[in-house]
């Protein structure tokens, strides 16, 4: 009987390990009236949360976990305010996973929802569960149904217990469910008032309110100050945040502080007896306990030798600029205040769900609007990437697609597919890197359809007397354009006379949808990594900023994105300038003022 048994050889090349007199065998050092007397009693007692998750992750899950996510289970069970803040590649999605599958069997009846800023990436949550449902036989006996995966949800039935996943929207359709258990990834992506209004809300009724009741009352008659001791489970329900880290202006940061700031000063009590370290952000009457909160952060570094793979992660440091490599890797947040386009600037210029009139993403256009479209051609290594403006006040950016490897013809012809959907009334090209090939398409009878027109540049005097559109504006990236054009983009998101759409679906869960958000959000990400600095001659050079180590022309280049955005915004702020309705053909093809259709909220 010897407690090495604990660590079977799986464990035997890791370092550092306690030494073996520290080490308890769960199953062999325990005295005889500690032990159950029904095996199968006995099994639970040891798989439980109380006792030995690490036992039931390996035994009921038939999953092997590495130590330091034996300690983050722990962790995470242990408190009521957990937060995961981890490497990129760092095992979050299947630790969410685990963590829910295993308190759904340890806790029968128990009500656990999964929400995300992208109903994707709950679904990739779920894909987990799949699989860990998949390899445990142990599970499937015990599971009332398998856990399935749909357009607007996800659910698993087992041990009398529920696991859901919800798509967040505007938070109206989830707007009352009940959890005792609220898992949020990607806590970037959700809007902090869906958050505090709706999210919050899931948990703020107890697993057993009467029991609840009954227990604090009969504390306070017996005068006793805590229920739970510092070394047990905390009891109740919980919120579970996640995620990895992005700017000093989000609200994974500011929770982070406060979680860090309550745990470095141990504040156990009344807010306003804290106001000089917690600030004005709680609310006074409320009660905080240290206890209840932790943060497990791990960065690549912190990971055991052979989870990732050191040869990307390598690549990654010295491809990706440093702010963006310690956000994704080091979980360090991102400073708001740099680059060309501020980041909190872009962050004021999006639209929130409790905006007067927000908006969302458009796989469509609007029969009473005008849209501007900007074109990068993709060049050998970089992406074919389009934005889509329709105009107003304010000018929003309302569709972003972009694809590697993409040939001209295919990529044309979903140019023209957006050109058809979209009442386009200028298509504005990079003139380089492809942009001939872009218009000589645009002209090619093969990719029309019966109502396409054929699409000459707005200055092409050649084109006088033929059927087709002068909307096309092929853009020549000198030097003089780039910073007039980057100039005035970031007055006009200064200003917020350009805006970007809501983060988070607002209608019916889509794919489609939710993959137009990821292409706006990574184009944000594109736009705030710009950076300005000047050539020997005096000029402004506007460029990612460079990798850690690397100079800007060391640095791949990887912007196309932004670079659509920088043309579509570039003509349709300057449209009364360049005349752009002064196409007649144009204007019969695209314009009737007697023509109705479409949805009501089209024409708003």
Partial sequence: MTSSLVFKSDYSFYHGLPDKSLLVNPLLDVYPHQKEQGELVEFYKLCNEFYSPEFGMKYLLNINLYPFQMAMLRAILRHKFPMLLLTRGGGKTFMLAT?????????????????????????????????????????????????????????????????????????????????????????????????????????????????????LLLSRRDGAKKIVGNDMVSYGNKIILAGTAGYK?????????????????????????????????????????????????????????????????????????????????????????????????????????NDTNPFSVRLKGSPARQYVIGVDPARTNDRFAISVVELGTPNKLVYAWAEKGQKYLEASKHLRSLIRTFNTIAVVIDKGGGGMAVEEYMQLKELMQETDLPL??????????????????????????????????????????????????????????????????????????????????????FDLMPADGKTIEQTPKHKDRYTSLLLANYVASRFNKLNLDEDADMKKKYYCPGRIGGYIEEFS
């Fill in 99 to 215: 963590t829910a599958v295993l308190s759904a069997i340890m806790n029968p009846g128990c009500r656990i929802i999964l929400v995300s800023g992208g109903f994707r990436q709950s679904k990739l949550i779920f894909s987990e569960i799949k699989r860990i449902y998949d390899k445990s036989p142990l599970l499937r006996s015990m599971s009332d149904t398998a856990p399935t995966i749909s357009t607007d949800r996800c659910y698993y039935n087992l041990n009398g217990s529920s696991i859901t996943a919800l798509p967040l929207g505007q938070g109206d359709k989830i707007r009352g469910e009940r959890a005792h258990i609220t898992i949020v990834d990607e806590f970037n992506t959700v809007p902090i008032d869906i958050f505090d209004v709706v999210v919050r809300g899931f948990s703020a009724t107890e697993a057993d309110p009467w029991e609840k009741t009954k227990t």
């Fill in 249 to 353: 202006n989000d609200t994974f940061y500011r929770l982070y502080k406060q979680y860090h700031t309550i745990l470095t000063h141990r504040i156990d009590g009344q807010v306003k007896d804290h106001v000089d370290i917690l600030g004005q952000d709680m609310d006074g009457e409320e009660v905080v306990d240290y206890r209840d909160y932790c943060i497990c952060r791990f960065t690549y570094q912190d990971l055991p030798p052979g989870m990732m793979d050191l040869k990307m992660i390598l690549n990654a440091k010295a491809s990706m600029p440093i702010t963006h490599f310690n956000m994704e890797y080091m979980t360090i947040f991102g400073d708001d205040t740099q680059g060309f386009f501020k980041p909190r600037d872009v962050a004021n210029a999006t639209s929130k769900p």
């Fill in 456 to 541: 000459f540049r707005y200055d092409d005097e050649t084109a006088e007397g033929k059927e087709g559109s002068k909307i096309l504006y092929m853009m020549d990236f000198t030097s003089s354009w780039i910073e007039e054009a980057n100039v005035l983009l970031q007055k006009n998101i200064e200003d917020k006379t350009l805006m970007f759409p809501c983060d988070i679906q607002m209608g019916d869960p889509s794919d489609d949808v939710e993959n137009t958000i990821f292409e706006v959000r990574e184009l944000k990400r594109e736009l705030v990594s710009i950076e300005v600095t000047y050539t020997k001659s005096g000029k402004k050079h």
